[in-house]
T-cell receptor
């Protein structure tokens, strides 16, 4: 069974702090996606990484795909209350199925 | 471009009753997905359609869940009879093709009492 484990499960920080959340698996993925989900809404895609070692930046968010394509991290610089939400990673198994992790719930206090 | 539409947004039923959810994907998207998201967990794929054919339904509890996409556009997901553990948010997503970016609807929150 392919699993994606996300850590931490919950994170509460002050505005302006930096944070990193992780997504780990024992399986290799052909690509990995990061989504953000707000209460009452569906997930919204933030980024897709496909190459081992790849780093992508989206404003204050930095995404990295592990060299072996088994893990990924999301780093947020100077977090803002608007970053509050559930951050989900999802891996493409190379077939037609996408597997989601359980998510990291982030709360940024003003 | 209109997003993925789902209805109803909320539904409360008693166990052993039946319920149906409706999804209208983004126009032109060939692939449609139904996910179940239980509180505190990530979405779990129930069924994936490519046009009107089923690509993957390995995690669909077929004794009580059914889904169809007859004309390759709209889709319905039905639960009959519902159990308490079916309480969850049911998300519909669509994409231009398999393994391409998925766009999610707002979900239907089901509570089974």
């Amino acid at each position: 069974t392919q699993l994606l484990e996300q850590s931490p499960q919950f994170l509460s920080i002050q505005e302006g702090e930096n944070l990193t959340v992780y997504c780990n698996s024992s399986s290799v993925f052909s690509s990995l996606q990061w989504y953000r989900q707000e209460p009452g809404e569906g997930p919204v895609l933030l980024v897709t990484v496909v190459t081992g070692g790849e780093v992508k930046k989206l404003k204050r968010l930095t995404f990295q795909f592990g060299d072996a394509r088994k893990d990924s991290s999301l780093h947020i610089t100077a977090a803002q209350p608007g970053d509050t939400g559930l951050y989900l990673c999802a891996g493409d198994t190379g077939g037609f199925k996408t597997i989601f992790g359980a998510g990291t719930r982030l709360f940024v206090k003003a | 471009e209109a997003g993925v539409a789902q209805s109803p947004r909320y539904k409360i039923i008693e166990k052993r009753q039946s319920v149906a959810f409706w999804c209208n994907p983004i126009s032109g998207h060939a692939t449609l997905y139904w996910y179940q998201q239980i509180l505190g967990q990530g979405p779990k794929l129930l069924i994936q359609f490519q046009n009107n054919g089923v690509v993957d339904d390995s995690q669909l509890p077929k004794d009580r869940f059914s889904a169809e996409r007859l004309k390759g556009v709209d889709s319905t997901l039905k639960i009959q009879p519902a159990k308490l553990e079916d309480s969850a948010v049911y998300l519909c997503a669509s994409s231009r093709g398999p393994r391409l970016e998925q766009y999610f609807g707002p979900g239907t929150r089901l509570t089974v009492t």
